[in-house]
């Protein structure tokens, strides 16, 4: 910004001239000795008028040259906002004056560490007789700083213009402070995992299954997580929500809700006998019996949901002697998973009379 020149009252340059102004409630800080007092003749007098607009405690060094020669040199330092945001600095004789501009930084002590790392908030130079004359005035405005949108200390131009931020798109502002996000082609869906042998099953990987672009970020290297960690327990019929996020380079994201399901789909083991022998009564009637407790049934996920078991010919049944069938036996797990044996009935009349 190019500070504007201004002309100011004779009254203030009367105070001025007269060492009055600006030395009383500001904060002052002189780099090195104290210079010299300098003949100051009343003709040669100017006023620098400091603002910080900055909202940043800045520091402001002003060097006064005559001939060639500094002869005044003056540091200060501004507060963002208050009475000490601003100060009317300096009479001289001088025939030229330059003034810079730095964050000061809140946390060190001293004017050399102040300059460390600060941005240059305004600089100027004005030549007497150009920017100002004698008795006139300069006002120097000190502008808000340079956009920092990444927060790194360093102007995004500069960051920019050292490599130390993208801008893939090339329109100066970095990559990481757009609002550029990857665009989603595939979510993972609603998953459905089998229980295993045990009726146990666990939240799989489901990154691999995103598929996304990304104008800056190459696809290879967008970064994918999910909020519920692969290898987390599932139970059985229970939906697990998932939300799946994909990074670019500049920490943009995308989201998309998934859901993972366990599902039981192994039917019942059931071993039949190969043959059921049934002896008679003394009425030659042989009653069925109940097979649940003589075939071997099981399934994966009994445990928390209900086995059931049938069979074709009714428990207490009776059949005549001689007589040879097949019984078929069914179990259906709690998932309507379905297994089917048979086996050979045989209703014999032992030799001799029943006692
Ligand atoms: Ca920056
Ligand atoms: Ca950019
Ligand atoms: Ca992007
Ligand atoms: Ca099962």
């Known amino acids: 910004m190019q500070p504007r020149f201004k002309i100011l009252a004779f009254a203030a340059l009367v105070a001025v001239a007269s060492g009055q102004a600006g030395q009383q409630g500001c904060p002052v800080q002189i780099t090195g000795p104290a210079p010299a007092p300098i003949p100051v003749a009343p003709e040669g007098s100017i006023l620098v008028s400091i603002e910080n607009h900055s909202g940043l405690t800045s520091v402001v060094e002003a060097v006064f040259s005559a001939g060639g020669q500094e002869v005044r040199r003056t540091t200060r330092v501004l507060t963002a906002s208050g009475i000490e945001s601003t100060a009317k600095v300096i009479r001289t004789t001088a025939e030229e004056v330059r003034i810079d501009a730095r964050i000061a930084s809140p946390v060190t002590g001293t004017i050399e560490t102040k300059y460390l790392g600060g941005f240059v908030l305004a600089s100027g ?10 008795r006139g005035g300069i006002d120097f405005i000190i502008p808000p700083p340079p956009v920092d949108c990444n927060s790194n200390g360093s102007p995004d131009s500069t960051d920019i213009s ?25 979510c993972a869906g609603e998953i459905v995992v089998a229980a295993d042998e045990n009726g146990a099953g666990v939240v799989p990987d489901l990154t691999h299954l995103l ?16 909020d519920v960690a692969a290898g987390t327990p599932l139970s059985l019929g229970t939906p697990v929500s998932i939300m799946l996020t994909v990074a670019d ?16 789909a192994t039917p019942p083991l059931l071993v039949c006998p190969g043959e059921l022998v049934l002896t008679v009564n003394s009425r030659l009637h042989a009653k069925v019996p109940d097979m649940a407790t003589i ?13 059931t078991f049938s069979q074709s010919i009714p428990a207490g049944a009776l059949l005549p002697g ?7 036996m069914t179990a259906t797990d709690g998932s309507g998973n379905t297994s089917e044996c048979a086996c050979t009935v045989r209703v014999v009349v032992p030799i001799g009379p029943e006692s």
Request: aromatic letters at 2%; charged letters at 20%.
């Open 125 to 134: 130079t004005y030549l007497k007789g150009k920017d100002f004359e004698d």
């Open 162 to 186: 050292s490599n130390t931020s993208r801008d893939c798109d090339r329109n100066t502002v970095p990559d990481e402070c757009e609002s550029g996000v990857p665009t989603l082609v595939q």
């Open 211 to 226: 598929v996304a672009v990304d104008s800056c970020t190459p696809a290879n290297q967008l970064q994918s997580s999910q």
């Open 249 to 264: 380079a500049d920490a943009n994201t995308v989201q998309c809700s998934s859901s993972v399901t366990m599902i039981d």
């Open 295 to 307: 075939v071997q049934v099981s399934d994966n996920c009994q445990t928390v949901s209900p086995l």
């Open 322 to 328: 001689g007589m040879v069938t097949t019984m078929s």
